[in-house]
Nanobody, 127 residues
Framework: QVQLVESGGGLVQAGGSLRLSCTAS????????MGWYRQAPGKERELVAA???????????YYRSSVKGRFTISRDNAKNTVYLQMNNLKPEDTAIYYC?????????????????WGKGALVNVSS
């Protein structure tokens, strides 16, 4: 069973930056599409960004429109780690961010099963 552990969340002022990391174990990381969801208080989960496997899908990326140009998703298969670099953060980015295995690679109603989620990292952006 895959385990996903996020790190790098915290409190930052608007306009600042944070980098989230997610290290995977127990699976075949290089063969898995990976992504980040977030859930803000009182709101539904939403897919923030996703990155495909390099071997099968060329490492293609997806970003929701509200984070395009500010967030960058990347992966290091040698370290079994996926990153989310978040720049120019806004208060509306405040949420718990979850690392997820095998997300959709674009807008979708599909939600990956519970076993494919990390426990989450809190990102709090103050105005």
């Amino acid at each position: 069973q895959v385990q996903l552990v996020e790190s790098g969340g915290g409190l930052v002022q608007a306009g600042g930056s944070l980098r989230l990391s997610c290290t995977a174990s127990g699976g075949t990381f290089s063969s898995d599409d990976m992504g980040w969801y977030r859930q803000a208080p009182g709101k539904e989960r939403e897919l923030v960004a996703a990155i495909a496997t390099i071997t099968w899908n060329g490492g293609n990326t997806y970003y929701r429109s509200s984070v395009k140009g500010r967030f960058t998703i990347s992966r290091d298969n040698a370290k079994n780690t996926v990153y989310l670099q978040m720049n120019n953060l806004k208060p509306e980015d405040t949420a718990i961010y979850y690392c997820v295995r095998d997300p959709p690679l674009g807008p979708s109603t599909y939600i990956p099963p519970a076993n494919d989620w990390g426990k989450g990292a809190l990102v709090n952006v103050s105005s």
